[in-house]
């Protein structure tokens, strides 16, 4: 079965610090990835994706993320972090494998950017 | 995108009662997505429906839970006889029926108190 490990539960930043948000996933077969942010009292909303291509990613509001296949990680980056950034954030994964092409989730990040 | 519309947002029970939790997909999306997320944990996959359709109920628990997409009207998850541990909130996704990656479309959720 599919798992996804974000090892950062609590994050806190300061204001043009870098982030990293780790993701690691269990699945040896074709997987896409996800992000997704959940700002305070908002519904969740796709930060980016990888499915193919590229392993780099560039996603919304200055994010990218690097699919590292040899590691099963898909780690999000900003280099230089706003107090607007404070949310909690999901990776998740699924497989074209699965025809429901639900989405697995982790447990999610918070992340506190101080001003 | 305010597209996928949840009610109501919030809902108290007391144990036994029923609990019935509303889905309005994003215009011209066929698919829905439930999920679960109880305190401090991650997003949990609980059904996938189509219209008139149960195509996944992978994640659903056995009993007291139910979901439906009818022809007409929203989608519904059904608790029955809720218990403490059914307190959380749950999120409807929806995707277009053509080309379904995975990419979800979020609610803002129901948050289901159980007294």
């Known amino acids: 079965a599919q798992s996804v490990s974000q090892h950062n539960h609590h994050v806190i930043l300061s204001e043009a610090a870098s982030l990293e948000l780790g993701c690691n996933y269990s699945y040896g077969g074709t997987v896409n990835l996800f992000w997704y942010v959940q700002y305070p009292g908002q519904h969740l909303q796709l930060l980016l994706k990888y499915f193919s291509g590229d392993p780099l990613v560039k996603g919304i509001k200055g994010f990218e993320a690097e699919f590292i296949t040899s590691k099963f990680s898909f780690n999000l980056r900003k280099p230089s972090v706003q107090w607007s950034d404070t949310a909690e954030y999901f990776c998740?994964?699924?497989?074209?494998?699965?025809?429901?092409?639900?989405?697995?989730f982790g447990s999610g990040t918070r992340l506190l950017v101080r001003p | 995108n305010a597209g996928v519309m949840q009610n109501p947002r919030h809902l108290v029970r007391r144990r036994g009662q029923e609990a019935r939790l509303r889905c309005s997909p994003m215009k011209g999306h066929s698919h829905v997505y439930w999920y679960r997320q109880l305190p401090e944990e991650g997003l949990k996959f609980m059904v996938y429906l189509q219209k008139e359709n149960i195509i996944d109920e992978s994640g659903m628990p056995k009993e007291r839970f139910s979901a439906e997409f009818p022809k007409e009207g929203p989608s519904i998850l059904r608790i029955q006889q809720v218990v403490r541990g059914d307190s959380a909130a749950y999120f409807c996704a929806s995707s277009p029926p053509e080309g379904n990656t995975g990419e979800l479309f979020f609610g803002e959720g129901s948050r289901l108190t159980v007294l």
């Open positions: 998740a994964v699924n497989t074209p494998r699965d025809s429901s092409y639900k989405l697995i």
